[in-house]
């Protein structure tokens, strides 16, 4: 484990309040011919990272057993610190040059038919990070042809060249989280712009793609703005949404305001789903990754 996972991100400390019955999950031990088990194996064996492990993710054993995960390219080291993150953030390793291949080779062995790849910020690198991203797109094509694949990218300061990039790679789906409400963009992810996401959102939707967004909820917004954030959103081209409850990983991370209730992100679904999305995943425990294949479907 990355020592830095251990450093305080906050001065304060605060603990979560008790979680409701509805974000408790029954525990499930792995048996020795458990799908977890191979997953784990493979992305061990090829010193992989997933933001499932990474981000401390509550439905890794869920996705796992399907033999699904969500790979994290360019290291495990973020160059930015968002207050409601969990993935480790400080000075990032060189490149491992044979990642792409290596998450290739995991995805062939395990079968997969749908990969989501992910990043973490390196604002270090000048195309921030998006040669990785292709690289391994084109491994995983020439591994797997049939392959469909989803990328969530980071905002990589909104640069046409490494967007660009992103685009020749023509991956099937491509996802920026917007992650909260303008109103909180300051406090939440200060390294960060909600105007420039929405920005990044909008010229992914006018190259074409099926274009993806997340809202993480229970930071301090009001409901009316998630609505309001969905409503820019949808303005910007995204028609695939998922919304989540904000766990907080550690007792200094950015605390939970609240734990929204299983009617209001009922209710946030119908309001997107009225407003033309095509697509909706609303609940406590999902994430943007979750159900993405199903997601895809459609498209």
């Not at 191979?38 to 933001?51: D, F, G, Q, Y």
């Not at 749908?114 to 491994?139: H, K, M, P, Q, S």
């Amino acid at each position: 484990m990355n020592p830095l996972k251990k450093k305080p991100r906050t001065a304060n400390h605060t603990e979560p309040p008790p979680a409701p019955n509805w974000m408790k999950k029954s525990i499930r031990f792995p048996l020795p011919d458990d799908p977890v088990l191979a997953v784990r194996n493979s992305l061990s064996e090829r010193k992989l990272h997933t933001v499932c492990e990474s981000a401390s993710c509550p439905n890794l054993n869920h996705c796992w057993t399907q033999k699904t995960a969500t790979y994290m390219l360019n290291g495990d080291i973020c160059t930015r610190k968002c207050r409601y993150c969990d993935v480790a953030s400080g000075r990032p390793l060189p490149l491992e040059r044979d990642e792409p291949k290596n998450i290739a080779e995991s995805a062939r062995s395990l079968g997969l038919r749908y990969v989501v790849l992910t990043a973490v910020n390196r604002d270090d690198l000048e195309d921030g990070g998006a040669f990785g991203f292709a690289e391994t797109i084109r491994e995983l094509k020439e591994a797997i042809p049939r392959i469909r694949i989803e990328v969530l990218i980071p905002d990589f300061r909104n640069r046409d060249e490494s967007l660009e990039i992103i685009f020749q790679s023509q991956p099937d789906i491509i996802n920026h989280n917007i992650e909260t409400v303008s109103s909180l963009f300051k406090e939440v992810a200060p390294q960060k712009n909600y105007k420039l996401s929405l920005e990044v959102l909008k010229k992914i939707s006018e190259k074409g793609f099926p274009t993806k967004s997340g809202i993480i909820v229970g930071l301090g917004e009001e409901i009316e703005e998630v609505k309001e954030c969905i409503t820019d959103l949808y303005q910007s081209g995204v028609r695939l949404l998922t919304i989540g409850q904000y766990l907080q990983p550690t007792p200094t991370h950015f605390p939970v305001r609240r734990y929204y209730e299983v009617s209001e992100f009922d209710e946030l679904r119908e309001f997107a789903m009225n407003l033309g999305f095509t697509h909706v995943e609303s609940g406590p425990l999902v994430r943007s990754s979750y159900h993405a294949e199903d997601q895809a479907k459609g498209i």
